[in-house]
């Protein structure tokens, strides 16, 4: 039997070293929404990069991402891969990277959303736009080309030929119902010095053809312009790897990291529902171990993650246990206004991701009672640092439990 149990081991022991283990990150359970992971900015092998439609969703699977934006460079002189031959002449056109990205993501149930990069601007100034949920990228590449060649042909500058292709290209993406994004403002290749609202946003801003901006990119990180500019013309917030390379070349897993993720918070699981939360601005973003968003939202996050249990309170001191669901650590800091000026807890305290504390609260003069402090409820308030509602201003929470004996 020994013999036999051994080898049974033996055989099933490849199938365990390959077993695929799901990276996602822990949500809580929201009331009244269902929190949607997702990437807004991935290429494929049809413009610019190496890996295959299927091997984008395969990494989301693994992620346990609930969608992804195939969004290939959709201008001619981005279609490297196209140009060069690769595909041996085989029939592809821009729309082809989703087809396949969809049709391998049902095994998933992973949500695929139909998109393309408009890619202008070159090095005068930063004009790559994500149009989302789009029905034909060829579309909005002869748009903005045909655009771009009708200023050339009127003797218009390589500006202005740019600026003509992106309002083109966009206005295209719009007829078509696509929502619209503007990616990486903060690239060093068209913002070298410093991130910039050129004109050209103001004009596509009031052409009602901008929904969102990117805020987080996996190459050029968190952009604190970009999210001031969401928070201030109330646009959305997104991320995206923008990969241009093989997950794992991106994301260190071995340390436990996790890739950039769009947070929707959806009314239903479906392409709608997301579309939906998207044009409402119902969205966060998480990244490096930081919450961007709608202070309501995060506030609304925070609250669900964040559970206080085991609460005793005597006449001189509060004790309660706080503990963490999520997979977002909470650093948070003291706020001192009002009552909570009369008490006395910790000033700041890191909650990791599953981690359970015992906090106490006593008033200013610990020996002293609440009572003969003034103190007639205990009141805690914090800030959640890594919980940004706009550029340094993170969320502040408050929780106020009765006193016995007073």
């Known amino acids: 039997m020994k013999r036999i149990l051994t080898s049974l081991c033996l055989a099933l022991l490849p199938f365990a070293a390959f077993a ?39 990494e989301a699977a693994y992620d346990g991402l609930d969608f992804i934006a195939i969004t290939d460079h959709c201008d001619t002189r981005h279609q490297k891969m196209v140009n060069n031959g690769t595909f041996n002449g085989a029939k592809v056109d821009r729309n082809t990277s989703y087809e396949i990205a969809a049709a391998a993501a049902k095994k998933y149930g992973i949500l695929v959303v139909h998109g393309a990069e408009l890619t202008r601007g070159n090095w005068m100034f930063p004009g790559h736009f994500n149009t989302l949920f789009i029905k034909d990228g060829n579309r909005i590449a002869i748009a903005a080309e045909e655009a771009a060649d009708k200023a050339k042909a009127e003797g218009a500058d390589a500006k202005a030929q740019e600026e003509a292709a992106i309002l083109a290209g966009l206005a295209e993406a719009r007829a078509q119902g696509g929502y619209i994004q503007w990616n990486h403002p903060d690239w060093e290749r068209q ?9 050209i946003h103001s004009q596509v801003l009031d052409a009602g053809l901008l929904d969102g901006i990117e805020i987080v990119n996996r190459f050029t990180g968190f952009d604190p312009e970009a999210f001031h500019w969401c928070v201030e013309k109330n646009l ?23 890739r950039p993720v769009t947070v929707a918070f959806a009314r239903e699981r479906s392409l709608e529902g997301l579309r939906e939360a998207m044009d409402n601005r119902r969205c966060c973003v998480i990244a490096d171990n930081c919450m961007y968003g709608p202070e309501d939202l995060l506030k609304l996050f925070f609250e669900s993650a964040f559970e206080i249990s085991n609460v005793k309170c005597s006449a001189k001191k509060c004790t309660f246990n706080i503990r963490n669901t999520s997979s977002l650590p909470f650093v948070i800091t003291k706020a001192v206004d009002g009552e909570s000026s009369k008490v006395s807890y910790p000033r700041m ?13 006593t008033g200013i003069n610990n020996t002293a009672s609440f009572a003969s402090q003034g103190v007639e409820e205990v009141t805690v308030s914090f800030y959640v640092q890594n919980l940004l509602c706009d550029v340094d201003k993170p969320i502040k929470v408050s929780y106020t ?6």
């Not at 959305?236 to 923008?242: E, M």
């Open 401 to 406: 439990f009765p006193v016995k004996g007073n």
């Open 349 to 361: 305290t890191i909650v990791n991701a599953g981690e359970e504390l015992s906090w106490s609260v």
């Open 236 to 258: 959305n917030v997104s991320a995206g790897t923008d990969c241009h390379k093989p997950m794992f070349q991106l994301v260190d897993y071995e340390k436990g990291e996790y």
């Open 20 to 58: 695929v283990v799901p990276h996602r990150q822990t949500m809580p359970k929201v009331d009244g929404y269902v929190l949607l992971l997702g990437d807004c900015h991935i290429h494929t092998v049809f413009s610019d990069d190496t890996s295959w439609p299927t091997t984008r969703v395969d």
């Open 191 to 199: 913002a070298p010095n410093e991130t910039v609202w050129w004109p």
